[in-house]
């Protein structure tokens, strides 16, 4: 039997991290390209993957030997705040189309042949990469977050819907791997930044959004808002570095436990210090004040990512992450060069 050309379906392919995956995928290598994969980006427009019915029409279009699952109902902390229904039910829907799907129509890395196809017809296999985050853990955990502690006490009440429906992805993952054998598995990455992200100052993360209203700042000469009291510290991933690592796990990672995937824990930013290094990065030189009437969220969730060097160390590889400021100024360079022609801008 002829071999089948992998088919890689990345769902949310146009947001910030499916972007940052186009361009992972643009070289080849451990954390690019392998050699005759086909990747399928799509978007809301595609199919929007809370009606069960319209996902299974596009998995019948697509046909994927692998699926990456990024496709959320995202946002900053005040977005969610706002909209704790939508962001929990809208979640919930898209994650039991997309490995509900996933499961019927038989997602595999290595196309099944001869008695191991036949074995797959009734024992269906299939790999699935989904994205789960650091918010989802538990408000009072141990630090550094580990990948063990996701279900180990409720999660933050700023984030409590999103939360619980994200770790249902990792629940869904586990039953399907008892009862089916399918080979489904997250990802938990920290806050993340890049090109492409989402600039709305109504949902955006913190870095889009300060990035956004120092832009504003900069050019009608008004105050830049930083909101909440600048205390509470983040653990940034450049999106370009999520991507390499989540193609990376892709290809190689095959456990149903999740991996964190974020740089070192020791390096958390201060939200106040994020400001400032957007300031430099814009070279902004006109005043800031903070908006201490709006809240804090979570104060810190530093993550280990020791399951993740030890891994890859398996397999002979090392991780270098680009620089915060680097990655910082790449991404403030983007925003400001595409300000007037991105559509999520
Ligand atoms: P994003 O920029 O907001 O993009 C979201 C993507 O999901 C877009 O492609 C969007 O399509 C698609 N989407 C949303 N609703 C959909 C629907 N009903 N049907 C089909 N597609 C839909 O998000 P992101 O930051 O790249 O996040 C990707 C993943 O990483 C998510 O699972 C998120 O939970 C996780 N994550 C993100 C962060 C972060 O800081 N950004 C941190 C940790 C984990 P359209 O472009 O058509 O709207
Ligand atoms: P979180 O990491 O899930 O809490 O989400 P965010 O990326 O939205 O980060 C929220 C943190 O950044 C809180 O401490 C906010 O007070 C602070 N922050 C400061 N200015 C802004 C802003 O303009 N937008 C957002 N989303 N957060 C901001």
Not at 109 to 124: D, H, M
Not at 174 to 195: H, K, L, M, S
Request: charge should be negative.
């Amino acid at each position: 039997m002829a071999q089948l050309t992998p088919v890689i379906l990345v769902t949310g392919g146009t947001g910030l991290v499916g972007r940052a995956i186009q361009h992972a995928v643009a070289s080849s290598g451990p954390f690019g390209r392998q050699t005759g994969d086909r990747w399928v980006f799509v978007s809301s427009s595609d199919c929007d993957l809370r009606d069960f019915d319209a996902t299974h029409d596009l998995f019948d279009r697509v046909r994927p030997t692998h699926v990456v699952h990024l496709a959320a109902r995202v946002g900053g902390l005040f977005a969610n705040i706002a909209s704790q229904a939508d962001f929990l039910r809208d979640n919930i829907r898209i994650n039991d189309a997309v490995l509900q799907n996933s499961h019927d129509f038989h997602v595999r890395r290595v196309p099944p042949q001869g008695a191991e196809l036949a074995r797959s017809l009734t024992r269906q296999v299939a790999k699935v990469v989904s994205c789960l985050s650091t918010c989802i853990f538990p408000t009072h955990p141990t630090y550094p977050l580990s990948e063990g502690q996701i279900h180990a006490g409720p999660p933050d009440p700023s984030n409590f819907e999103y939360a619980h429906a994200k770790r249902l992805v990792d629940v869904q993952n586990r039953a399907y791997r008892e009862q089916y054998g399918d080979v489904f598995t997250a990802v938990i990455p920290t806050n993340v930044f890049g090109p492409g992200d989402n600039y709305n100052l109504d949902a955006a993360h913190v870095l889009p959004a300060l990035m956004h209203k120092c832009y504003i700042a900069q050019r009608d000469g008004t105050r830049f808002v930083i909101s909440g009291s600048g205390r509470p510290l983040r653990q940034f991933i450049y999106s370009r570095d999520l991507a390499r690592l989540i193609v990376w796990a892709l290809n190689s990672y095959t456990k149903v436990e999740p991996l964190i995937l974020s740089p070192p824990e020791n390096d958390e930013v201060s939200i106040l210090d994020a400001a400032l290094a957007v300031m430099t990065a814009m070279s902004y030189e006109g005043e800031y004040v903070q908006d201490t009437s709006k809240s804090d969220g979570q104060y810190r969730k530093p993550a280990s990512n020791a399951k993740l060097v030890a891994e890859l160390a398996k397999q002979g590889l090392e991780f270098e992450f680009t620089p915060f400021q680097e990655a910082l100024q790449e991404s403030v360079d983007w925003f400001v060069d595409n300000y007037h022609t991105d559509a999520r801008i």
